[in-house]
């Protein structure tokens, strides 16, 4: 397992065996259900619909639930680099889980 590398982060390349807690959050905040949904899928062993998707900072642009249930289970992830500014709001492990 790799920690997100920008100096390999080239657009449209799929980066696998990335740390998740390795990311950075694109959320401020996360929903306590939509985490535990996740958590359900990683532990049941079900693979994503979608693939998890970074700008080249290595900040979540889609799949910051999913992210954080790997970065806490200390799983790797794949991600899809894409070219989008977008601010970061720390390390995925920091930010806050709200129960909505």
């Known amino acids: 397992m790799d920690s997100f ?24 905040d996360l929903t306590l259900s939509r985490l535990q949904i996740q958590f359900a899928l990683l ?5 994503r619909w979608d693939i998890i998707e970074v700008n080249r900072d290595g900040v979540i642009l889609s799949g910051n639930h999913g992210s954080r249930a790997a970065a806490e289970l200390a799983l790797a992830v794949e991600v899809l680099v894409r070219d989008l500014p977008h601010p970061s709001h720390g390390p995925i492990l920091s930010v806050p889980v709200v129960d909505r």
Do not use: M, N, V, Y
């Open 43 to 47: 532990t049941a062993g079900a693979s």
């Open 5 to 28: 590398d920008p100096d390999k982060a080239i657009p449209g390349r799929i980066l696998r065996g990335i740390a998740a807690a390795s990311l950075l959050a694109g959320r401020e």
